[in-house]
C-alpha cells in the first residue's frame, strides 16, 4: 500500500498524522483532495464512528483510507464530552467555546483526571471485512487556565504531568511521542507489518 487517504476533515489531525506516516514511506493524501464530504458520525462509541469514516472516504475515493475518532474524557463528568468533543459547545464547532463550556462544567471540581482517546481505524477498501483497528489514550488533568499556543481542540487546558506541559506548549514532534494518536498509530502500524 503507497497511498493512504486520510479520512478527516480536521487539518491538525491530517499534519500529527502525516508526520508520523512520513517515515513510512507511506504517502498520506487527505480526503480533501478528493473532495470528499464530511461523513456523518451517528455513533456512541469512537470506534464505531471512526469505521463510518474510513468506509465513507474509501468508499467515494476507490482507495485504502485510515479514519481517526478521538475526543477528551472527564473523569469526573463521567467521561463527557467524549464522542462529542469537537461539537461540546454546539454548531458551528469553536475550540475557544468547547474550552469555556468545560472550565466551566468543572468550576469548583477537585478531581481534574482527565484522558484523550483515539481511535483509529484502516479499510483496505470500502467494504474491508476486516479492518485494522487500534487506540491509544493519554491521561492528564485539566488546568483551570489555559496555558500554551499550539495544538488544537482542549490541548491548552490538557497538562500532561510527566512533562508538566499542557500539549499546546510542546511541539508536533514531541506531542506523537506521547499521544493517544501517536500510540494508536504506532500499535495501526504494528498490525500492518504482522500480516
Ligand atoms: P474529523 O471527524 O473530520 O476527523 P473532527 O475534529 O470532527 O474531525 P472528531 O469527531 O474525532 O474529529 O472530534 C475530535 C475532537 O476531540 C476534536 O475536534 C477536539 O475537540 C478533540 N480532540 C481529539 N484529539 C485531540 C487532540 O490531540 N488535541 C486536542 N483536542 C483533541
Known sequence: MQKLVIATGNAHKL????TLLQPLGIEAVS??????????EPHVTFIE?????????SRLTGLPALADDSGICVHALGGAPGVISAIYAGEPRSDARNNEKLLAAMQGIADRLAHYHCALVLVRHADDPQPIIAEGQWHGVILETPRGEGGFGYDPLFLDTTLNQ???EIST?????????????????????AE
Open 15 to 18: 499534519h500529527e498524522i502525516s
Open 49 to 57: 464512528n471512526a469505521l463510518a469514516k474510513a468506509r465513507h472516504a
Open 31 to 40: 480526503q480533501s483532495a478528493f473532495n470528499v464530504p464530511e461523513a456523518a
Open 166 to 168: 499542557t500539549v499546546a
Open 173 to 193: 514532534e514531541d506531542k506523537n511521542r506521547v499521544s493517544h494518536r501517536g500510540k494508536a498509530l504506532r500499535a495501526l502500524v504494528e498490525r500492518l507489518r
